[in-house]
């Protein structure tokens, strides 16, 4: 627990300035640093055997899908187009077996789609006039959310959520990461001035946590079917980026889906 909470604020003290003063570029390369990470761990998790081929693919086809997505959307089907092309070409020209080219070509095909789109929204909020107060809402809500999880989970946790995904997850954990996630996010609205309104706010508080409860377990769901623990070994304590990322992955689509529609 403690290399936990130490390693939890070493990478606060280096991403919150980013975040003040860097401005919306500075989001942007957070994101694109943060991305290539997930996409070596990705690779590593789907096709183990055959990391560096599935890197190759993954990495310019990731990066660049997101690239487009997050600076020029109107070319986004083209850029997909070409990121599928190439899941299912390399991997069907390099590896003999059939079977594993199928996998290891399904398995790239998911994960250019997963992190390198889904990580998008959380740019997107930083363009908003309220984007520094919105991208300490997503953060703010999906981190504390899962702290609180897992403190709850930790010392009051008895009734499994669902254990067939993730064993060590418990309702009492849920329960405990809504509140805090909910604190988070009054805490950020009086302080940073987010644009949305008090009983919205706690709605979406709640909406935005349970999202990230999903988003949790989906990449949970990924690790059980392939044997591994965590994503990676880069955050001690906490695994992975990817492991850090997958709940924000869930809540930053959702809160700019919010935030396009309403405003």
Request: a positive charge; charged letters at 15%; proline letters at 6%.
């Amino acid at each position: 627990m403690k290399q936990r909470l130490i390693v939890g604020l070493t990478g606060l003290a280096i991403l919150l300035p980013a975040l003040i003063w860097g401005g919306a570029a500075a989001v942007s390369v957070l994101v694109a640093l943060a991305l290539l990470v997930c996409l070596e761990e990705y690779a590593g998790m789907a096709a183990p055997d055959h990391k560096v081929l599935a890197l190759s693919v993954l990495a310019p086809a990731g990066l660049g899908v997101h690239l487009v997505w997050t600076f020029a959307p109107d070319h986004a089907a083209p850029a997909m187009a070409i990121a599928t092309m190439l899941c299912l070409s390399v991997p069907m020209f390099r590896l003999p077996n059939v079977d594993d080219a199928a996998r290891v070509a399904v398995r790239l095909g998911f994960g250019v789609m997963y992190a390198p789109l889904m990580l998008v929204p959380l740019v997107w909020l930083r363009r908003e006039s309220d984007g520094l107060a919105l991208v300490f809402l997503v953060l703010a809500v999906t981190w504390l959310g899962d702290t609180g999880a897992y403190f709850a989970g930790r010392f009051a946790g008895k009734t499994p959520l669902f254990p067939r995904v993730s064993p060590k997850k418990t309702r009492e954990g849920v329960v405990g990461g809504m509140m805090l996630s909910v604190v988070g996010a009054c805490a950020v609205k009086a302080i940073g001035g987010v644009n949305i309104g008090w009983a919205p706010l706690i709605t979406l508080a709640i909406i935005l946590d349970l999202a990230g409860v999903v988003g949790d377990l989906a990449e949970s769901l990924l690790k059980r079917a392939w044997g591994v623990k965590d994503s990676g070994w880069i955050m001690p304590g906490h695994g992975g980026i990817l492991d850090r990322v997958d709940a924000l992955l869930f809540t930053a689509p959702l809160l700019w889906g919010y935030v396009h529609l309403t405003r």
